[in-house]
């Protein structure tokens, strides 16, 4: 078999999808074989029992404000940051 015979297939027979990982639309909600369906992982049904898929959007929560602790790390991380930086611009102009 030559190289252009082999581009585009998959050689490895291992992994070849037979479909039976997807769930069509069509397949109405109330079918034996879906009852394992749950809203919340992103199915939901329509006015005709048929499944409609969405993303499952995770929940919203406020941001904390960072306590004076992490202010202060965050502070030598950016002190630090900028030394890394200062020190690179350093050595590429002292060897160029």
């Known amino acids: ?3 252009s015979e082999t581009t ?3 050689l490895n027979p291992e ?7 997807l ?3 069509e397949i109405p909600a ?3 074989q879906s009852a394992d369906i749950d809203p919340a992982n992103g199915y939901t049904t329509d006015d005709e029992g048929l499944i409609n ?5 995770p929940d919203v929560y406020p ?3 960072p306590s004076p602790t992490q202010q202060k790390r965050y502070i030598f991380l950016g002190a630090g940051a900028v030394l890394l930086v200062v020190i690179l611009l350093l050595i590429t102009f002292s060897v160029s």
């Not at 898929?53 to 959007?57: D, G, I, K, L, Y």
Request: charged share 25%.
């Open 63 to 65: 941001s904390e404000y």
């Open 1 to 3: 078999m030559t190289n």
């Open 30 to 32: 109330n079918d034996p």
């Open 15 to 21: 992994h070849r999808s037979d479909g039976s990982e």
């Open 8 to 10: 585009g297939k998959n």
């Open 23 to 25: 769930t069509p639309a």
């Open 53 to 57: 898929n969405f993303a499952v959007e």
